[in-house]
């Protein structure tokens, strides 16, 4: 893709997983790549894996340090870092508090620092690793889904708001894919998620689609797109399939 040659890219939570691959598909495009990650060890290896620059930390504080090493100019962001949150309306506060801070207001504090510049220059595109969850739900999983319906109604206002001065905004949402977070999503992603979960790859394959489609929202799983009319379209029928998964989940009553 000629338009990512010496495009400065920022990729958060790229030690791993998604983020990994993303950060490696747009090295390979010819992008100069900031990897950031909580984890210095992960984020440092993935860096000098692909000849990128590693920031690690917290991905709410490192875009003025990501926008430095990228000699002043980000022109896209990829928001990846997410938390798994497993849990039901019980969960302790700092559960939702964590979630709600790293899902979303990360997003929203990347934003508040990359707006100006883009604006003021015509262009900008920030990526949102959301997830299905976002547009749809996750069984036991409470915090997790209502953040990431957070991150997708953020990343949708950033699109219908700053279109039209040249910002590209794209959306994320893969069901399961064979990361970490699989794995900690436990039982529930085992039944939920695992049956047709794909490789980290195949995200970046999608987005990169995406971009060159112009695209806001990018479903590497294709099949999400009908769920998510059904469940727009006949909620109570949604709902109560969904009912019936998480009896599955839970297994009989005692």
């Not at 206002?157 to 990361?179: D, E, F």
Request: glycine share 10%.
């Amino acid at each position: 893709m000629s338009s990512m040659q010496g495009a400065g890219v920022v990729v958060t939570g790229a030690g791993g997983g998604i983020g990994a691959a993303l950060a490696r598909r747009f090295a390979a495009e010819g992008a100069r790549v900031v990897v950031n990650d909580i984890d210095p060890t992960r984020t440092k290896a993935v860096a000098d894996e692909i000849g990128a620059t590693a920031v690690p930390g917290d991905a709410s504080e490192i875009v003025a340090a990501a926008r430095d090493a990228l000699d002043g100019t980000v022109d896209i962001y990829c928001a990846n870092a997410g938390l798994a949150s497993p849990g039901d309306a019980f969960a302790d506060e700092e559960v939702w508090a964590a979630a709600w801070d790293v899902n979303v207001m990360a997003h929203v504090r990347a934003a508040r620092t990359l707006l100006p510049d883009w604006l003021e220059r015509g262009s900008g595109r920030f990526v949102s690793t959301v997830s299905a969850a976002g547009l749809l739900t996750m069984v036991g999983a409470a915090p997790y889904s209502v953040s990431k319906h957070g991150a997708y109604a953020f990343a949708e206002w950033l699109s219908l708001t700053y279109r039209h001065r040249g910002l590209k905004v794209h959306a994320i949402c893969p069901q399961g894919v064979r990361t970490d977070m699989l794995t900690a999503a436990g039982s529930a992603g085992k039944l939920v998620l695992a049956p047709t979960a794909i490789e980290p790859e195949d995200v970046a394959d999608a987005l990169f689609e995406g971009i060159e489609a112009d695209r806001f929202l990018i479903l590497p799983h294709p099949e999400v797109a009908g769920y998510y009319q059904a469940r727009a379209a006949t909620p109570d029928r949604w709902l109560a399939g969904m009912s019936h998964i998480q009896q599955k989940w839970e297994g009989p009553v005692q």
